[in-house]
């Protein structure tokens, strides 16, 4: 095998894994959690909300079917990037003509980029008060948390999760 070919493979190899690859799509997750004085209010975090998702209302529903919803929403915006990317690179050429032949050559630098598009993710935390925490306590398993959205399409939809229990 010729240098330049093995000189290309490496060059090729090498750019292959500096590309990085495409963003993961994020996925509506919550969790929820025992707050406050006495354990007396759930706290739900609903966070990695994709764009063009809404939520549109987060409550508890207990074993007796009786509802809790959540006095508030508060929805926090937040932008990320991955600011100033530094990295190795490597430069491939090929010189030279018929009657002098062919030169390959490489060159390595040191590249500093912007690093690419940013992230914008939304987060919405909600707290319901709990009307009689000992109540709350004693029923045990039997509360769960809705979150209560729409995605892009319109289309509505519900997450549903175990809601806190006493440690």
């Given at each position: 095998?010729?240098?330049?070919?093995?000189?290309?493979?490496?060059?090729?190899?090498?750019?292959?894994?500096?590309?990085?690859?495409?963003?993961?799509?994020?996925?509506?997750?919550?969790?929820?959690?025992?707050?406050?004085?006495?354990?007396?209010?759930?706290?739900?975090?609903?966070?990695?909300?994709?764009?063009?998702?809404?939520?549109?209302?987060?409550?508890?529903?207990?074993?007796?079917?009786?509802?809790?919803?959540?006095?508030k929403?508060?929805?926090?915006?937040?932008?990320?990037?991955?600011?100033?990317?530094?990295r190795?690179?490597?430069?491939?050429?090929?010189t030279?003509?018929?009657?002098?032949?062919?030169?390959?050559?490489?060159?390595?630098?040191?590249?500093?980029?912007?690093?690419?598009?940013?992230?914008?993710?939304?987060?919405?935390?909600?707290?319901?008060?709990?009307?009689?925490?000992?109540?709350?306590?004693?029923?045990?398993?039997?509360?769960?948390?809705e979150?209560?959205?729409?995605?892009?399409?319109?289309?509505?939809?519900?997450?549903?999760?175990?809601?806190?229990?006493?440690?």
């Open positions: 095998m010729s240098r330049f070919a093995i000189v290309s493979l490496i060059g090729l190899v090498l750019a292959a894994c500096a590309a990085g690859g495409p963003e993961q799509p994020r996925v509506l997750t919550a969790r929820a959690a025992l707050e406050g004085p006495e354990a007396a209010v759930v706290e739900v975090r609903v966070t990695e909300i994709p764009p063009g998702v809404v939520v549109e209302r987060i409550l508890m529903i207990g074993p007796g079917g009786q509802r809790l919803d959540a006095e929403l508060a929805r926090s915006t937040s932008e990320s990037g991955p600011g100033l990317v530094s190795p690179g490597i430069g491939i050429a090929v030279g003509g018929s009657s002098s032949g062919v030169n390959p050559s490489v060159s390595l630098g040191w590249h500093a980029t912007g690093g690419g598009p940013g992230r914008h993710s939304q987060q919405i935390t909600a707290r319901i008060p709990l009307p009689s925490p000992a109540a709350y306590r004693a029923a045990g398993l039997g509360w769960r948390v979150v209560h959205y729409s995605d892009v399409t319109g289309r509505r939809q519900v997450l549903t999760l175990p809601a806190p229990r006493f440690e």
